[in-house]
């Protein structure tokens, strides 16, 4: 028997446009990935919407469709890009710059790419402190700031005949914020908009422009953006769907691997000391300790949430969790990641674990970059208004309802992700009790 979703889902006809706060180097990669897949140079290696299938029905019914081919996602072909940035550098300079892809291939692309140059950004230096650069906006106030991103917005749906938007912000991690009165309410944040309140950021004005113009919105940054009160009710307000954030890709992939298996075991963990050297733009940002503070703060809430120490204290309510991140030129985007993980069996015998993970940050990221945009289009063309819970799969930091405590486990995770799907197309949800074998 299937499952009654109620949903009606638009079709992905025309062209969706990919605004992008922030053309650095996940952006570019993402960028041009997607343009060498286009042109048969490439594989999209890590994206589940291009590669990934989906179980239907039981095991027996050999039903076993590929995502992109079971739910109704935008084609590759009929995606449109654009963005921001505070240099003015277009896509194929920034591509070369960051130094993540050949040149041999973006020189196969470079005509495209040289084509998207960065609109001006708007740019706050004390929410950003260890870069800068000359392509940015002026005015009066943010609230004029805010309303020259929805020009930008008008002007790059016209001119590029696009029939709908997506933004993501790909952009440098912001300093550390808590909400503050003028996150608390729609009413109190457009005040604040007008008064230039120094507690609303860059990332919020691009969150309310393109939600004002019911733009879905991703956070691919650990900064405080949509997950605020004020944004949300306008989320609300307008139909539109939000997720974020904090894009999962190295360090944090890797703990949700690995501690949901020791949970599963009931294996203890004492200690896990990780620290990451990179030597990118975001590295760059993060020697700020204003930024890092922003992102330490997602990366240790991870293990907390899945392991659970207030319900299994013998195991882990001592567990002490150390994140650091050094800036180091020489590595460029190719990060490295170092973890000590002190764990405990049978009787509490000590063992360790050591890993060494040698990964491409915007590489891992790209792929996550396109699946999101896809699945928020999806989402959008569905009527899902506010947080997409569903697509916790892709952030350190996953959106939820207030009061509602986030789901870490990737595993669980892409278990929702994909009932999400099926529950939107009428399937029967996958349970995996398998009684019905042996009836």
């Not at 739910?71 to 009929?78: F, G, N, Q, T």
């Not at 993060?286 to 392991?307: A, C, N, Y």
Request: charged share 25%; with cysteine; hydrophobic share 40%.
């Amino acid at each position: 028997m299937s499952t009654p979703s109620n949903v009606t889902i638009a079709p992905a006809s025309g062209r969706l446009g990919i605004l992008i706060p922030g053309m650095g180097a996940v952006a570019t990669t993402f960028i041009a990935g997607v343009e060498a897949v286009r042109r048969g140079l490439g594989v999209p290696v890590g994206s589940l919407t291009q590669l990934g299938t989906i179980r239907l029905g039981k095991r027996t019914d050999n039903r076993t469709p590929k995502i992109k081919d079971f739910v109704p996602l935008a084609p590759l072909e009929c995606l449109s890009f654009g963005g921001w940035d505070i240099y003015e550098d277009n896509a194929y300079e920034a591509a070369v710059n960051a130094r993540v892809l050949d040149a041999a291939l973006l020189a196969q692309l470079k005509d495209t790419l040289s084509a998207i140059k960065p609109m001006k950004a708007v740019f706050d230096h004390e929410y950003v402190k260890r870069i800068d650069g000359p392509n940015k906006k002026s005015g009066a106030d943010k609230m004029e700031l805010a309303e020259a991103l929805m020009d930008d917005i008008r002007e790059f749906k016209k001119t590029n005949g696009c029939s709908r938007l997506v933004m993501i912000w790909c952009g440098s991690t912001e300093t550390f914020k808590k909400p503050t009165a003028v996150h608390q309410s729609l009413a109190s944040f457009e005040e604040g908009l007008r008064n230039s309140d120094p507690d609303i950021a860059p990332s919020q004005m691009y969150a309310y422009a393109a939600l004002k113009l019911g733009v879905p919105f991703a956070n691919g940054a650990p900064n405080l953006t949509t997950d605020t009160p004020a944004l949300q009710e306008l989320a609300r307000q307008n139909n539109v769907a939000i997720c974020g954030k904090d894009f999962k890709t190295g360090q944090t992939y890797m703990k949700t691997l690995l501690a949901p298996g020791f949970k599963a075991r009931m294996l203890g963990v004492s200690g896990w000391f990780s620290t990451n050297i990179l030597g990118n733009r975001d590295g760059e940002v993060l020697e700020d300790p204003g930024s890092f503070k922003t992102k330490e703060e997602t990366k240790l809430s991870v293990l907390e949430q899945i392991l659970q120490p207030d319900l299994y204290p013998e195991l882990y309510k001592d567990l002490y969790h150390a994140v650091r991140i050094n800036y180091y030129p020489p590595r460029g985007d190719s990060k490295e990641g170092w973890d000590n993980i002190d764990i405990f069996g049978w009787l509490g015998y000590p063992m360790q674990i050591k890993i060494d993970f040698l990964c491409r940050d915007s590489i891992l990221a790209a792929p996550l970059v396109l699946d999101l945009v896809l699945f928020l289009d999806l989402a959008q063309r569905a009527g899902m208004k506010g947080i997409q819970e569903w697509l916790s799969f892709y952030f350190k930091g996953p959106m939820t309802a207030p009061g509602l405590y986030p789901e870490h486990d990737i595993f669980i995770q892409l278990m929702k992700l994909k009932n999400t799907l099926r529950w939107m197309q009428g399937e029967d949800l996958i349970t995996h009790l398998g009684l019905e074998y042996y009836d």
